[in-house]
Structures are given as structure tokens and as C-alpha cells.
């Protein structure tokens, strides 16, 4: 068990508060070496996967608007391509449709409340941001890729 | 608040990698200091980034 029983208990009460429409977290893991090997050696070619895919399952249980798709980095490849995945562990928050949302790592500490504000958002389907933002992002005129380094605290 | 720059704009995507498990990026991207915003591999910033001052360099990246 990732989460405590008080931890799942005040989890469970803010998705309830919180949760409007449907969220789907599309996580990418691996549990096989990614090449052949020539002798049978015990390699985790992720250390965090199992461990983050345990949290996501847990987190998924607790609010039936939450949704988890597991997918395999190596097996499940034509789907780590659809969703530019690159890296494991991955994941994709989607609403209706995909936002173009990914998250890279074990999302822990201060970095797991942030996945949850995330997935508020999604599952709300709409953004805070302001309307000279929106403007802004109307008169894009090519895509933009952010990305955010972070670290549990 | 990239993430809310993703949900509004299909134009955009944003990811949040965490420095720690994927040290080879974060050498790649000279991380020192998080949060680190790169936008279009060309402008970074370190620091937390209000949404104006990221509005802002989305302008700049996406070239106009």
C-alpha cells in the first residue's frame, strides 16, 4: 500500500469536492530490459515504475471519474508513439480528449499534489487563466512545447 | 500553470520531468535550479514562472 488509510481517506474527500467529468491517466511503464540479453541478469530497467504504477492504481480506486490505462514502454511501443512518450515512467492526463498533458517521473511530495491540481483541472475542463493568456495562445501561430523540471520535496 | 497553457491551446504541450530520475536531461538542459521552464528547446527560465511573464515567452518562441 503507497497510501495510508488517513492519506486515502482525505484524497478520496477532495475528488468528491472536486471532481467534475471523466479523467483518464495513461501511464507507461517497463518491467523488461528494453535489448536482448546474451545472459539471464536481473535488471530493473526502471526503478520507480512499479512503484508509481502501485500509486496510480491506488489513486485511480478511489474516485470511480478516474480511469487508468497501463501501457508497456517496449511492448506497447505504437502507443508510447502516439503519445510521444519517451521515458518511463510516463504518463498522460486526458479529459475528453488528449491535452497534450505529460508528467515524467514518481509524482511524490510536494509533486503528487501538483498531479492532483492537474487532474482537477482536466476533470473541470477549464483553466484560471486569464483572458489577455487566452489571446495569447489564440494567436499562436506554431506549436509550443514546455517543459518543466521538477523535484519532490 | 503549463499544464492549464496545454488544456486551453492545442498547440501546446507541456511536460513536468522530474530532475531527479532522468539526471541525463537535466544535464542536457543545464538544471540547477527548479523549477526550470524550457519552452520550443530555446528560451529557459528558472524559477516559478507567473502566468504573463509565460504567456510572454510563448509569444517569443512561437515566433511572433
Known amino acids: 500500500m503507497i497510501f495510508s488509510d488517513d492519506q486515502r481517506r482525505e484524497i ?13 491517466i495513461v501511464y507507461f511503464t517497463q518491467d523488461e530490459p528494453s535489448i536482448d540479453l546474451p545472459v539471464q541478469v536481473e535488471i530493473t530497467p526502471c526503478e520507480y515504475c512499479e512503484e508509481t504504477r502501485q500509486m496510480l492504481k491506488e489513486l485511480t480506486e478511489l474516485s470511480d471519474k478516474l480511469d487508468l490505462e497501463v501501457y508497456d514502454f517496449v511492448r506497447d511501443k505504437d502507443k508510447a508513439e502516439q503519445y510521444g512518450i519517451t521515458d518511463v515512467p510516463a504518463m498522460a492526463l486526458l479529459g475528453e480528449k488528449d491535452y497534450g498533458i505529460r508528467y515524467y517521473g514518481i509524482p511524490s511530495g510536494y509533486e503528487f499534489s501538483a498531479l492532483l491540481d492537474a487532474i482537477v483541472h482536466v476533470s473541470r475542463r477549464r483553466t484560471t487563466l486569464t483572458e ?13 512545447d514546455i517543459k518543466v523540471f521538477v523535484t519532490p520535496t | 500553470m503549463a499544464y492549464q497553457m496545454a488544456m486551453e491551446s492545442d498547440k501546446v504541450m507541456a511536460q513536468a520531468i522530474e530532475s531527479a530520475e532522468f539526471p541525463h536531461l537535466a544535464q542536457r538542459y543545464s538544471v540547477t535550479v527548479v523549477p526550470k521552464t524550457i519552452i520550443n528547446e530555446q528560451v529557459a527560465v528558472e524559477g516559478t514562472v507567473p502566468e504573463t511573464a509565460l504567456a510572454e515567452e510563448m509569444r517569443h518562441a512561437a515566433g511572433f
Open chain 1, 12 to 24: 478520496t474527500e477532495l475528488l468528491q469536492e472536486t471532481l467534475e467529468q471523466q479523467v483518464t
Open chain 1, 132 to 144: 489577455d493568456t487566452k489571446r495569447v495562445l489564440d494567436d499562436l501561430e506554431e506549436d509550443v
